[in-house]
Nanobody, 126 residues
């Protein structure tokens, strides 16, 4: 299950970007929870949001709650992260990761994730 992120780029403060996470081979995310992370230079990787493929439960970090929205498409082959009201401090590399989980989603330990993407750069600057 090779994950590929897309949609990163440059945005102005207050602007929006939409990131996507999909399997490179087009596999579905059935029985997986997908989590979005980010890592800024010199900072630890931060879990932002997750969604379950089994029951649509989702979770958000306080830092993005109300600004970011996670969703999974009907075929369960893509997870999007809609990012609104972007701030310069949102600048980071954004990663998606898959954890086999049959119910709900949590911000698990890094070692518990089965697959990671390579990341996509998001830069928020005027």
């Amino acid at each position: 299950l090779q994950l590929v992120e897309s949609g990163g780029g440059l945005a102005r403060p207050g602007g929006s970007l939409r990131l996507s996470c999909a399997s490179a081979a087009g596999f579905s995310f059935d029985y997986y929870a997908i989590t979005w992370f980010r890592q800024a230079p010199g900072k630890e990787r931060e879990a932002l949001s997750c969604i379950s493929s089994m029951d649509d439960q989702s979770k958000y970090a306080d830092s993005v709650k109300g600004r970011f929205t996670i969703s999974m498409n009907e075929s369960k082959k893509r997870v999007d992260l809609q990012m609104n009201s972007l701030k310069p401090e949102d600048t980071a590399i954004y990663f998606c990761a898959a954890e086999e989980r049959h119910m709900g989603c949590v911000f698990a330990q890094y070692k518990d994730y089965d697959y990671w993407g390579q990341g996509t750069q998001v830069t928020v600057s005027s």
